[in-house]
């Protein structure tokens, strides 16, 4: 029979020894169980507060077995005969899904299990769960967690995620467009950057919205401030960037495979006799990140055309030579081709980006929003695999997590889209980062885009609403059975609530994110400014957004001369170089140039540093 074991205050207890309130109104009893899911037998709530909300979806309820409560997740209900009596008990019937069971520990603290050892009988008697075995369901076990919200089903309980696990074992929040997963994710990274202070972050930001939520936090990196030298580039990602993302001419390609070492050997030693193969002792590849100069690549491209065995190749030579042409001059790719970053202070550019020293800023928003499609690819790429590297080699000292907005653009579930080294670079974070502490964080509106091997080594997955059919059947198909029918509340959520699985949670839960501060949401300035300018629409000036287009800036005074579209940069001026031949050279150095001092190296320098 029932046992009640209920401390006093509970509302169950409080129910039972309530004589006007009958037991049949608040209880139901087990009619069905087939091993994952029950059947109960009850009534309707009759609209007093003992049967307010008992038994209604997604409330979970518990069925009382003894010294066990196995604890059932109401996901359908109807009457049986599918009409109402006005007046007079209503019989239903509850549909649960069992989820696990609480029994006493020693110290009579309720400790939940996923497992269930006993199966509820016919007749088992179920009723409202008690609040302390509900937080037992959620409860981490000791496990270092972060509140981040509160359950849907009773606010008075927080929602809580073990942060290491989610972490480590890469996380992704999933929801259609203005659910608020940007607003989910920072408020994560804000409290995991506090609970975690050796995490490192960088955002792969396509909107340029993150920086206003961590104004304390983060710095921003964007197309002006940028400057990553194409030397770090690997063959794969400078083609894709030299062939504006279309597909590559496979001779091409060659040819460059062969020019780069050479290049490559030419910087190192440009007095000397240079073997005329792609590799020699050295074991320099057109992969290895050393610098060289784009004018050594035209130099022996030039040299090469006037030869006369390779007057079958010259077609070939001669537009892979306008390429890189137009790719140097490409003012929207100053970044990385007017770079004078050699490889003796490559490191604080790569201690910038990852935040090493942090300076109390751990985390990196890389603002992709002014970058060609192509370059978003290239730079992606050599990110992630930098990102791993580093945390490769730091022997785990580095925490790098790398949170990518829109992930279903790098990692498209169409091999054929995107761009295949930033997809190997992020799925090798995924596959084997977390030995190393590398993450991956993935945000997405379309999970059926997203390839679905990176989401399957997401063990975290805090789901949105997701009203298409085939997201929400990736999610389903991603989630343990035993809490299959949670996600038949996908379509149907509110804003800010998510249903949280995996690792990072004890429990599958349905909460609700903690409330942000305006001022704090992603993008919060943008839609400050567009606010501000409604009324001015008519001041728009076009003329500057025209120049925008173009990705340079008006002509300033004479005095300070700018390059104006379609001016050479100076192809001569490359890696290693201090000081610019040119005045009017690229933009985003400047900044750069007087933050930290820079060292002449000369080859000779160079070349000591080798030997
Ligand atoms: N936790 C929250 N606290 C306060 N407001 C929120 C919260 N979550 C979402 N919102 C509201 O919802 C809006 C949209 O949120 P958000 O930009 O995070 O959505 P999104 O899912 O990232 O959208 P998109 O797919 O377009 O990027 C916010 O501007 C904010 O007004
Ligand atoms: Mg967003």
Known sequence: MFVERAQIGEATSQERRDNAQPDSRVLGRVIQCDGARATLAAYAADGSAATKGLWTVGRMVSINLGDIRTVGLVYRIETPTMDWIEDGLNPITVHVELIGEVRDGEDGKPLFDRGITAYPHIGAISHRIR????????????????????????????????????LNRHFAVVGTTGVGKSTAVSLLLRKAIAARPDLRVLILDPHSEFS??????????????????????????????LFRGRDAVPEEVDLLRDLVPLAKQLYR???????????????????????????????????????LDTKNDRPLYRSLRTRIDSAVNDPRYRFMFGSRLIEDN????????????????????????????????????????????????????????????????????????GFAPTRHALSRIAKEGRKYGCYLGVVTQRPGELDPTVLSQCSTVFAMRLANDIDQEIIRSAIADSSASTLSFLSSMGQREAIAFGEGVATTMRMKFEYMAPALLPGAAKRNEADESIDEIDDVDIASLVESLRSVTRPLAPSSPQPSFGT????????????????????????????RPRRRFDDESFRRLYE
């Open 131 to 166: 609040a302390r075995d509900l937080e037992a369901v959620y409860d981490l076990a000791g496990r270092r967690a972060l509140t981040i919200g509160q359950l849907s089903q009773d606010h008075k309980i927080e929602a809580r995620i073990a942060i290491d696990d989610t």
């Open 212 to 241: 206003t939520a961590f104004p304390d936090h983060s710095i921003r990196i964007n197309t002006h401030t940028l400057d990553l030298p194409f030397w770090l580039f690997r063959l794969e990602e400078l083609v894709e960037v």
């Open 269 to 307: 030693n440009p007095t000397g006799a240079v073997m005329r193969r792609s590799t020699d002792a050295s074991g320099i590849t057109a992969d290895t990140p050393v610098p060289y100069r784009i004018a050594d690549v035209l130099k022996v491209i030039d040299e090469r055309m006037g030869m």
């Open 346 to 417: 490559i490191h604080e550019t790569i201690g910038k980006i990852f935040r090493v020293p942090h300076e109390g800023r751990p985390i990196t928003c890389f603002e992709l929003a002014g970058l060609p499609s192509e370059v978003v690819n290239s730079v992606c790429s050599v990110l992630a695999r930098l990102a791993f590297d580093l945390a490769l080699n730091s022997h785990g000292k580095l925490k790098l997590l790398v949170l990518c907005e829109e992930a279903h653009r790098y990692m498209p579930a169409d091999h054929r889209l």
């Open 568 to 595: 050479p940069v100076d192809p001569t001026r490359q890696a290693g170089e201090s000081t610019p031949r040119n005045p009017s050279g690229p933009l985003f150095g400047a900044a750069s140039d007087q933050e």
